[in-house]
């Protein structure tokens, strides 16, 4: 079957711009997770969503980002006045339970000029 | 701060040769798990250890998870070329945080000559 997908695969934008970066989940995940992976790091929890709400926030790094999952399968992370150090790849993962496997989308690769 | 400390961090080496990569922290974590991410994708799960102690084995590569649960190490027979990548540990439940919160390494990555 299909896996995660995330569009756009590569977004370019400049400082102070707002972008949304979509992620489609594997049909019939209620979990679904947003991550954030900088040149030479691993990736970096942002925000789980269990259903249509978000069970957890706590690595959203300021009020900038926010998420949303309205009918609880596709989900758009948003950010507002990007800024240089928003640069990074973008992954979103689903599973299928809380504490599943989580199965990983290629991931946008942001970068704000 | 939970942190997994991954060694070395880049890793060149012949086809046929053997390796071990290292991850290490100073917090206990329910359950560890090794990923492997290429150029454009996303980190795919190659296994998930839960016991202290625990072996487990996938083809050519060795997965041991410490006693303690703090450590782990991966360990690859006879590398081939399509080993090449990021191997990326990630603890889940450290010092009884969530366990759906992944806490990443940095992460070794590794070439394959051939």
């Known amino acids: 079957g299909a896996g995660v997908s995330q569009t756009p695969s590569n977004k370019v934008t400049e400082k102070g711009k707002y972008v949304e970066l979509r992620c489609d989940p594997i049909?019939?995940?209620?979990?679904l997770y947003w991550y954030r992976q900088s040149l030479g790091q691993g990736p970096e929890f942002l925000i789980y969503?269990?259903?249509?709400?978000?069970?957890?926030d706590s690595g959203l790094p300021n009020d900038r980002f926010f998420a949303v999952r309205p009918e609880g399968s596709v989900s758009t992370l948003k950010i507002q006045r990007t800024e240089r150090g928003d640069s990074a790849v973008y992954l979103c993962?689903?599973?299928?339970?809380?504490?599943?496997?989580?199965?990983f989308g290629p991931g946008t690769r942001l970068t704000v000029l | 701060t939970q942190l997994l400390e991954q060694s070395p961090q880049f890793l060149s080496i012949q086809e046929g040769e053997n390796l071990t990569v290292y991850c290490n922290s100073s917090?206990?974590?329910?359950?560890l798990q090794w990923y492997r991410q290429e150029p454009g994708e996303g980190p795919v799960l190659l296994v998930t250890v839960v016991t202290g102690g625990e072996v487990k084995k996938l083809k050519r590569l060795t997965f041991q998870f410490g006693d303690a649960r703090k450590d782990s190490s991966l360990h690859i027979t006879a590398a081939q070329t399509g080993d090449t990548g990021l191997y990326l540990c990630?603890?889940?439940?450290?010092?009884?945080?969530?366990?759906?919160?992944?806490?990443f390494g940095k992460g070794t990555l590794l070439t394959v000559n051939p």
């Open positions: 049909s019939g995940h209620t979990a």
């Open positions: 990630a603890g889940a439940g450290g010092s009884g945080g969530s366990n759906y919160k992944l806490t």
């Open positions: 917090s206990v974590f329910s359950s």
């Open positions: 969503f269990q259903g249509t709400g978000a069970a957890d």
């Open positions: 993962a689903s599973s299928p339970l809380v504490q599943g496997e989580q199965f």
